[in-house]
T-cell receptor, first 116, second 111 residues
Framework: DAGVIQSPRHEVTEMGQEVTLRCKPI?????LFWYRQTMMRGLELLIY????????DSGMPEDRFSAKMPNASFSTLKIQPSEPRDSAVYFC??????????????FGPGTRLTVL | QKEVEQNSGPLSVPEGAIASLNCTYS??????FFWYRQYSGKSPELIMF????GDKEDGRFTAQLNKASQYVSLLIRDSQPSDSATYLC???????????FGKGTRLSVIA
């Protein structure tokens, strides 16, 4: 399996622009998570999906952020308009359902976002 | 607010020594505990998980859990320069619920 795939790997944009980050989870995984990582705040959960349905979006910082999962193999995280404080590494992770023995999350390589 | 606390480090140990990484958590209902390793510029990867009080060993790694003290630790024996990374402690209340991550401890193994 190719693992969790994210694109783009790097994104540099200007304040006010729309940014779309993309994720393809591991095939057969029912849960998908979006995280943001910064030096100051560490790894924060933004939102997660189960079977394409958003379960908890309480970590989404504000209305400028939105996430969708139109099907089992694709999810997007959109920031509109982007601000410099959104600069971070954004990770997507997936985990299979039923893994109650351990909850290993498989992380994608991340998207490094820089908002100028 | 569930919190997971770690000393940010850096923790420096000489090659061959034992590295001890510590983590405390606030939610007494926590049931599953994980250690992820993250190399600079890379994504986190799971190295150990533990559910029961006591020790769990896997090669050079030992995870220790004390639920009464709300404390989990990771010991790395015979530390190698390749162990230099940030180690993230993560906690969850039940299976397939979101992990709460600590900010990580940066470990540096000096050759």
């Amino acid at each position: 399996d190719a693992g969790v795939i994210q694109s783009p790997r790097h994104e540099v944009t200007e304040m006010g622009q729309e940014v779309t980050l993309r994720c393809k989870p591991i095939s057969g995984h029912d849960y998908l998570f979006w995280y943001r990582q910064t030096m100051m705040r560490g790894l924060e959960l933004l939102i997660y999906f189960n079977n394409n349905v958003p379960i908890d979006d309480s970590g989404m910082p504000e209305d400028r952020f939105s996430a969708k999962m139109p099907n089992a193999s694709f999810s997007t995280l959109k920031i509109q308009p982007s601000e410099p404080r959104d600069s971070a590494v954004y990770f997507c992770a997936s985990t299979p359902y039923g893994r109650v023995d351990h909850n290993e999350q498989f992380f994608g390589p991340g998207t490094r976002l820089t908002v100028l | 607010q569930k919190e997971v606390e770690q000393n940010s480090g850096p923790l420096s140990v000489p090659e061959g020594a034992i590295a001890s990484l510590n983590c405390t958590y606030s939610d007494r209902g926590s049931q599953s505990f994980f250690w992820y390793r993250q190399y600079s510029g890379k994504s986190p990867e799971l190295i150990m998980f533990i559910y029961s009080n006591g020790d769990k060993e896997d090669g050079r790694f030992t995870a220790q859990l004390n639920k009464a003290s709300q404390y989990v630790s990771l010991l790395i024996r015979d530390s190698q320069p390749s162990d230099s990374a940030t180690y993230l402690c993560a906690v969850t209340s039940s299976g397939n619920t979101p992990l709460v991550f600590g900010k990580g401890t940066r470990l540096s193994v000096i050759a």
